[in-house]
């Protein structure tokens, strides 16, 4: 999951993104509404948590833009205010969640979990390739009836092949998913991954290196 965080205050947007991170999401962060346009305008976010008070474009802004220009982007509102007329206002502006401050870390982790869900198209709750079986809502995978232990890297790279459903996945696709914005896209940390990945799936070999291209299970 893609997820961009906008907060102003920036030891908080640094703590969440880096909760966010150890829940194996992808995290961008921007300290500002303006830098949150410029981000959305070339990158597709699944979930963006987003301050109402921001500087230089306040998160209202942020919030209307993303609406008018059609983002399938969902939008989780964070301000100090838990009024009820402040949350009204917050949805009604197109936000899709509201989480008042201060709020418990598990609980934005959940609610930006239940945003992912719907920004996605619906998908079989197991998926099955190869004789593999992937549990996404368990964070379990089998194969032949026997468990695979994998990292969350790993679990997040196995996922999206097995959701391609044949088609080939580019090391981009795989960055663009899996890590975030600060990965080096020349870094070897796709192939290192596919390395371990492909030894704890064992025998006979599911992924499919497509010379110049990218990978197929």
Do not use: C
């Not at 999401?25 to 990158?43: F, R, S």
């Not at 942020?62 to 949805?91: C, F, N, P, W, Y």
């Amino acid at each position: 999951m893609r997820v961009l965080v906008v907060e102003d205050e920036r030891v908080l947007a640094d703590a969440i993104a880096t909760g966010l991170r150890r829940e194996a999401m992808a995290v961008d962060v921007a300290y500002d509404g303006a830098a949150a346009l410029e981000k959305t305008a070339y990158i597709d976010y699944d979930v963006i948590v987003l301050d109402r008070d921001l500087p230089k474009v306040h998160g209202d802004q942020v919030a209307r833009h993303l609406v008018t220009q059609r983002s399938a982007s969902r939008i989780i509102m964070l301000t100090a205010s838990g009024e009820v007329d402040d949350k009204v206002e917050g949805l009604e502006l197109g936000a899709d969640d509201y989480l008042a401050k201060p709020f418990a870390f598990m609980e934005l982790v959940a609610r930006v979990r239940a945003l992912g869900r719907r920004s996605a198209p619906p998908l079989p709750p197991v998926l099955e390739r190869a004789g593999i079986r992937l549990d996404p809502g368990k964070r379990l995978v089998t194969r032949d009836d026997k468990e695979i232990p994998l990292t969350k890297k790993e679990f997040a790279v196995l996922e999206e092949l097995m959701r391609a459903e044949g088609a080939v996945v580019s090391q981009e696709d795989l960055l663009d998913k899996a890590w975030d914005e600060h990965i080096d896209p020349f870094t070897n940390v796709v192939r290192v991954t596919m390395m371990t990945l492909r030894k704890k799936l064992g025998e006979p070999q599911a992924i499919e290196t497509v010379p110049g291209v990218g990978y197929r299970l």
